[in-house]
């Protein structure tokens, strides 16, 4: 630990990209390495796999809730891209498709009349990617494979990077429309479905999961309040997920499991005295600001948002992105890696440039006692 606040402090005094250190005092290979990887602050996105809702489906949403339209009026290129820009934090949502077909004709799509849509992957069996399903469906990637595949390639192309985190949503919730297709519920076949397709597409060796992190010791919460999350070295190269849901569906995935033994993906919690506290996502970095200095205190990885619903893009208000990055969350989201010229000039860089910096208090990051 003080190897790793030392390295820390030189670091931070040099404005240091941690992805691509130039070699300059203070920001050389291995001084960046020896850093934990919780000292990291990176950008990414939001919904990533979204992309725009058809214009003559957006028609129709608007003219039944115009606040609705706006807040889902956005979209980002392919996950590739993304990438390429620097994310470092992907968001998947997944519904449940266990014999294929069941959004092969969406209700939005029926509801206009038809539209540019392509089915082909809606056929097969397995986990699709959407964000409201029937409404806002159309995916830069429509299936849990394909996303995790284009990850996989662009990772294996870009081996030195920093920790991938990609959060899933795991939806179930139904649709109070007419004609919507039922969710089917996330249950335990449903959860195992999920770590199932992560260990399909990423290895051992390219993944950090909770088992990893624990290392055999009693809890995960323990290890991590300890600084037992890898360096940024070990870390380079590799992805790690987290379940972003509330409490019963966290309880359900780490039922018999307290912590996340054997399971691929950490959990999203706000009990920090949980056994497998390691990951919190608490999206508003003003509100939430005095949590997220208590749960880098204990060691945890945090998600914040520097905007959401499209409402910073609008406005131009920069106040929510400037609270996120000196919160000291590791992972900021956006919707705006690219400004929406439609809407304003509004756009999320990291403060300093590059892809990785050091986020603030982690030279002077304390365990909690």
């Not at 300059?24 to 990291?40: E, H, I, K, N």
């Not at 039922?182 to 390219?206: N, Q, S």
């Amino acid at each position: 630990m003080i190897i790793a606040l030392l390295a820390a402090a030189a670091v931070a005094a040099s404005g240091c990209d941690l992805e691509r250190p130039s070699g300059a005092p203070g920001c050389t290979r291995r001084a960046v390495d020896a850093l934990p990887m919780t000292a990291l602050q990176v950008i990414g996105t939001h919904n990533s796999y979204k992309q725009a809702i058809a214009p003559a489906e957006m028609k129709l949403l608007r003219a039944a809730s115009p606040r609705t339209a706006d807040s889902l009026d956005y979209s980002h290129p392919a996950l590739t891209a993304q990438l390429d820009a620097g994310a470092r934090q992907l968001e998947l949502d997944l519904v449940r498709d266990p014999d294929g077909g069941r959004w092969a004709r969406p209700l939005g799509l029926r509801m206009a009349g038809g539209g540019d849509y392509d089915a082909g992957p809606m056929a097969a069996p397995g986990l699709k990617v959407m964000h409201v399903p029937d409404i806002d469906y159309r995916s830069v990637c429509a299936t849990f494979r394909a996303c995790l595949e284009e990850v996989r390639a662009w990772s294996d192309r870009n081996p030195d990077h920093l920790p991938l985190l990609i959060m899933m949503n795991l939806k179930d919730g139904q649709i109070t429309v007419p004609g919507a297709t039922p969710l089917l519920p996330f249950d335990g076949a449903g959860m195992d479905e999920v770590d199932a397709g992560i260990r399909e597409v990423f290895g051992p060796t390219r993944l950090i999961t909770p088992d990893q992190v624990r290392g055999g010791r009693p809890t995960l919460r323990e290890v991590v309040r300890r600084g037992g999350w890898p360096s940024l070295g070990a870390a380079r190269g590799k992805v790690f997920f987290a379940v972003d849901e509330g409490p019963q569906k966290v309880a359900l995935y780490s039922q018999d499991r307290p912590s996340l033994e054997g399971r691929a993906a950490f959990v999203n919690t706000d009990r920090f005295d949980a056994p497998y506290a390691a990951y919190v996502t608490l999206n508003d970095p003003a509100k939430d600001a005095l949590r997220i200095v208590e749960a880098l205190g204990r060691g945890m990885v945090v998600r914040t948002r520097a905007d959401a619903d499209t409402i910073e893009a609008r406005t131009g208000d920069r106040g929510r992105q400037a609270a996120a990055f000196a919160s000291g969350a590791q992972y900021i989201s956006t919707d705006y890696m690219i400004p929406d010229l439609r809407l304003s000039e509004y756009v999320v860089t990291l403060p300093g440039g590059g892809t990785g910096g050091l986020a603030p208090r982690a030279a002077g990051a304390k365990t909690a006692p």
